[in-house]
């Protein structure tokens, strides 16, 4: 069974910097899309990034000038490198992976299959 793991989340200042990390166990990831989510509380589950091997990327709009995500072709482990944070990124970010079907919707939740157990990051202002 694949498992996600991330790491790298923490405590910054507003116009700082973070890079969230996803390994993958326990199997291969063939035919599948990884990315990440976040939910603060209160809030709905939403799609920050995601990318297809080497071939696409889907970023929110909110955070497509400031976030990049990035994949390691050898182990398959995903990258979330965050500059220029704000409050309102503070939440638990979840990895995650979805079929290659689903593409199209990959920054929607419904996509997913997989999900990692979250990492927090918090911003102050």
């Known amino acids: 069974q694949v498992h996600l793991v991330e790491s790298g989340g923490g405590s910054v200042q507003t116009g700082g910097s973070l890079k969230l990390s996803c390994e993958v166990s326990g199997g291969d990831l063939d035919n599948m899309f990884m990315g990440w989510f976040r939910q603060a509380p209160g809030k709905a589950r939403e799609g920050v990034a995601t990318i297809r091997g080497n071939l696409a990327t889907s970023l929110a709009r909110d955070v497509k000038t400031r976030f990049t995500i990035s994949q390691d072709d050898a182990t398959n482990a995903v990258y979330l490198q965050m500059t220029s944070l704000k409050p309102e990124d503070t939440a638990m970010y979840y990895c995650?992976?979805?079929?290659?079907?689903?593409?199209?919707?990959?920054?929607?939740?419904?996509?997913?299959?997989?999900w990692g157990q979250g990492t927090q990051v918090t911003v102050s202002s």
């Open positions: 995650a992976a979805g079929p290659t079907s689903q593409w199209y919707y990959s920054l929607t939740p419904a996509s997913i299959s997989i």
